[in-house]
């Protein structure tokens, strides 16, 4: 494979959380979000509108609450070692999330990632106000992200790779050369190229020359 590029979901792909679970958690509000969530990434809701739902929930939780929900992330086994291998082969890697900026940005500068995408919360005066800025990161932005990334890299689609586990991750896996369903609800691994059902992001290195 020459130039390649790997997109990968983030919450329950490149982390083993859903971090709005864990935001929920700290607000009070984590069981009623647990529940949409698991509805929305079995393609059961509409992403952006249960978004929209789980983040009104956190409406006047203080931003200094986020500081602890980075510490009770796990990232995902074999994460960085992907990341390190599509880099040493001399790919691209991004990460499309539809969780949050404050959570990830951290993340993915440590884990050294070459662009990603996320939700942001709006805050005033220190605290959530349970609306998010700008647009959703949804299905139809993972994907347009790809080709995005695709074109501005010079990779043709045929060199892409999409990694996740969600509903919201089956357009930009429809979009890549390989979609490949990550310990994925049933609908996403129904659709999948391929379906890795062992918790170890180490088993898509070996798909870059497929
Ligand atoms: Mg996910």
Do not use: Y
Request: charged content about 25%.
């Amino acid at each position: 494979m020459g130039r390649f590029l790997v997109v990968c979901d983030v919450d329950s792909t490149l982390i083993d959380n859903e971090v709005i679970e864990l935001i929920a958690d700290a607000a009070g509000t984590g069981e009623r979000v647990a529940d949409i969530t698991s509805r929305a990434m079995a393609g059961e809701l509409d992403f952006k509108e249960s978004l929209r739902e789980r983040v009104a929930t956190l409406e006047g939780l203080p931003v200094s609450k986020l500081a602890g929900i980075r510490d009770r992330i796990s990232v995902t086994t074999g994460a960085q070692d992907l990341i390190d291998a599509v880099h040493a082969r001399g790919g691209i890697i991004a990460a499309v999330s539809g969780g949050f900026h404050e959570t990830l940005d951290p993340l993915a500068a440590d884990w050294g990632l070459d662009w990603w995408a996320a939700n942001r919360f709006e805050i005033v005066d220190g605290k959530l106000t349970g609306r998010v800025l700008g647009d959703i990161v949804d299905a139809t932005a993972k994907a347009d992200s790809l080709r995005m990334l695709a074109a501005r890299h010079d990779i043709p689609l045929s060199a892409t790779i999409a990694v996740g586990d969600g509903a919201n991750d089956l357009e930009m896996m429809a979009a890549a050369a390989l979609g490949v369903a990550f310990c994925a609800k049933p609908i996403v691994q129904q659709r999948a190229t391929v379906s890795i059902t062992e918790r170890d992001l180490r088993l898509v290195i070996p798909l870059f020359g497929a």
